[in-house]
């Protein structure tokens, strides 16, 4: 299998100028820690990158036609974002159990979103790309939006050379499998490792086996950290595997307490999955390799009750 | 009296590369606004940038000497910072009433603290320092501190060279003379302006009265936004008169409002006094000019309680 090359991120990168925020490295002056926050571009997470580049790759009369995702988190978010940005049609495909802000700002968006029966997300987006003749843009298990993800990874490459260790959330994979290629191929020095929920560690146990492990949707769903709950597929899965150095595996109270730091001690709203990489630094250095430590803060999209009671903890 | 010149705050920005963050100007999806979010600071406060240069603009030998601030706020622990990269010696005046946390935070960063009582901190600041033969570095009364702070404008004026109107917290007025210096000579057609809390509007008055109005401490005490209840020096107040196109108040639910929208969409942790600029966008569109609007976030300390409080409002 090919895997993405950092040209690709290159390309991405150039595609996205503008589109997306050039996120700053966070020097922290509590610790020698430096934050990547992606909860700050304009969705409140990474995933604009990614989605942006893969329908910026389109061919224009590809792109004209229109696109369709199936998304209940930021990936939704992100493909409307950058639809709208290209002035082109979405069809988002969300779970009718989604929360209704999820819906209303996507749909504030601009985009087309059709409600449907959790287990017929997927489904039913091939079936409305077929039918209407939309691009499918995936949340993760493709090239342009494995590149898009990468930038992240090329601007910490750029922010911090002498970085030692790259802390990354681990979902479907296409974060850390973008992030990880920039840094093998720009700082080869650099431990790069993931960070998954016990709750939904199925990477974890995959690395480990050295192939992909199925864990049922009820088991992941467990963990606070709702936009860590996708599986690899074996695009990602392939990447993880040559550009990750370890995963190490948090529990919901250090995500929960890390929510509490980044938004104390770094003034930063991260949502679980956000916060997931600073809590492997936070509870688990001793796991860690030496050196500067980078950690992406990978989005920042919480529901105001639920940030109110992780804060009142 | 001369002003604080562009090439000043270009100096400045110079001096300060590397020891303050340079912040990206964010655009919100949900509204024609940019905020510049100062809170992402080490500090957390845009104050390192005036602090810095002070420290970073005197002779070796002076500086060698080491250096002398009072403040109970974002002051205290830019000095102590600044000092802490420099390698020199820093002691801030903190008034015993202060919060236990920002002594402590401001002993962490290696000052060395003196508690004082609050009237007396001006002066016991000016004793110590001729006793110790350390420079005063003051919170805003002080071209240095002026043009550093004014590299926050240069910044805006590079990321949106369209913008419109800037909106910009008013205090002792270091911030906005320098934010108002900066946009006045890059975008001369952008009009700045600057905002109070209702309870601490001293500058809006003496704005119209044309000369300085003194508010007791008291009163200017009574606003939740505890770091503009400072007033103009003479050198501000004189900045100000020239750079500001208009002054807007607002309430103390406007505020905590503020301090709540930047969470919840901008994911942004803003103390009181951080949000204030904000308020004046979400709560008094009508009373601005036409155009893109540029919101600078100032800081984002406050204390968790207060956080969780507001937030759960």
Redesign the interface.
């Known amino acids: 299998m090919e895997l993405v090359s950092i040209e690709e991120i290159r390309a991405a990168a150039s595609r996205i100028k503008g589109a997306a925020?050039?996120?700053?490295l966070?020097?922290?002056?509590?610790a020698p820690l430096w934050l990547k926050?992606e909860?700050?571009q304009?969705?409140?997470a990474f995933k604009i990158r990614g989605a942006y580049n893969a329908i910026a790759a389109l061919d224009e009369e590809q792109r004209a036609r229109g696109v369709v995702a199936f998304s209940s988190g930021n990936h939704a978010?992100a493909v409307a974002?950058a639809a709208k940005r290209f002035g082109i049609h979405a069809v988002i495909l969300i779970p009718d159990v989604a929360p209704r802000a999820k819906i209303e700002a996507t749909k504030?968006?601009g985009a087309e979103v059709i409600e449907v029966p959790i287990d017929r997300q997927e489904s039913s987006a091939l079936a409305v790309g077929a039918e209407r003749n939309l691009t499918p843009i995936p949340p993760f298990d493709h090239r342009d939006v494995i590149a898009g993800q990468g930038t992240v990874g090329l601007e910490i490459a750029e922010d911090l050379p002498d970085a030692g260790v790259v802390l990354v959330p681990l979902s479907g994979g296409g974060l850390a499998s973008g992030v990880g290629t920039a840094i093998k191929a720009l700082l080869p020095g650099a431990k790069v490792i993931g960070v998954e929920p016990e709750l939904a560690a199925d990477t974890a146990e995959g690395l480990r086996a050295g192939r992909r492990i199925e864990w049922p949707m009820d088991r992941r769903a467990r963990t606070i950290a709702d936009g860590l709950r996708a599986q690899p597929s074996d695009l990602t899965f392939a990447h993880l595997q040559t550009v990750l150095d370890d995963v190490i595996t948090v529990s919901e109270d250090e995500i929960r307490q890390s929510v509490?730091t980044l938004?104390?001690r770094?003034?930063?709203?991260?949502e679980p999955s956000g916060a997931t990489a600073t809590a492997a630094y936070l509870f688990h250095r001793g796991e860690l390799p030496e050196g500067k430590v980078v950690s992406v803060v990978s989005g920042?999209?919480l529901d105001?009750a639920m940030?109110?009671e992780i804060?009142?903890d």
Chains 1, 2 share one sequence.
Do not use: E
């Not at 925020?21 to 700053?24: E, G, I, K, M």
């Open positions: 925020v050039r996120t700053p966070l020097p922290q002056s509590w926050p909860s700050l304009g969705i409140g978010q974002y504030a968006l509490r938004a104390h770094a003034r930063l709203i991260a920042g999209n105001p940030l109110a804060l009142s």
